[in-house]
């Protein structure tokens, strides 16, 4: 079963985000940056804890005007294929509709499976591409950029 509760996040938080960042992604995300970040216009930050209320993933997005677009997603290894990308989703997409914003963009790399499958799943299409958007190493990855309409909030 699925469980997973999700709390809505600030600067405060920025120490907890970095930990979650650097645990799913195995790289840095310096808390002061990330608070710096959340304190921007129209920034926010979604917490999942699991049933012993652990932290277990995060969402970030931005809205501007009608439009939001997802900043970051990612969940802890041993909490993945469960469904709870899906609930972190759903959560932004909801949180994003209710400040106005009627289309939520994303940029994804090519070869990430397990997020393409997740917001393909979630209704978004592909609306371009960046050549080498993401710096991997010495090589660089394309992105695809994908959209997705929102129901209004
Ligand atoms: C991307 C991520 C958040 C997906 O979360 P998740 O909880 O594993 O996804 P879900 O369990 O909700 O699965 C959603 C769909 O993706 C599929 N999926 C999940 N992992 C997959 C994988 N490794 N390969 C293929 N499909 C996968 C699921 O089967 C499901 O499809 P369905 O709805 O058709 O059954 C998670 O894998 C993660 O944290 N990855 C590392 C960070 C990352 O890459 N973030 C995205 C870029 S910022």
Redesign the pocket.
């Known amino acids: 079963m699925t469980a997973l509760h999700i709390v809505p996040a600030g600067p405060a938080e920025s120490a907890v985000l970095s930990a979650l960042y650097e645990s799913?992604?195995g790289e840095a995300w310096a808390p002061d940056q990330l608070a710096q970040l959340l304190a921007g216009p129209g920034v926010f930050a979604l917490i999942g804890l699991d049933d012993a209320g652990v932290p277990a993933?995060y969402a970030l997005g931005r809205v501007a005007a009608d439009e939001a677009e997802l900043l970051?997603?990612?969940?802890l290894p041993d909490h993945?294929?469960?469904?709870?990308?899906?609930l972190l989703l759903d959560a932004l997409m909801e949180r994003s509709a209710a400040a106005g914003a009627a289309t939520l963009f994303l940029e994804?790399a090519i070869d990430?499976?397990?997020?393409l499958?997740?917001y393909r799943?979630a209704g978004f299409r592909e609306a371009g591409r960046r050549k080498g958007y993401y710096k991997v190493g010495t090589t660089t990855v394309d992105a695809i950029v994908m959209k997705r309409e929102l129901a209004p909030g």
């Open positions: 799913a992604f993933g970051s997603i990612a969940l993945r294929r469960r469904g709870e990308g899906r994804v990430n499976a397990a997020a499958t997740l799943a």
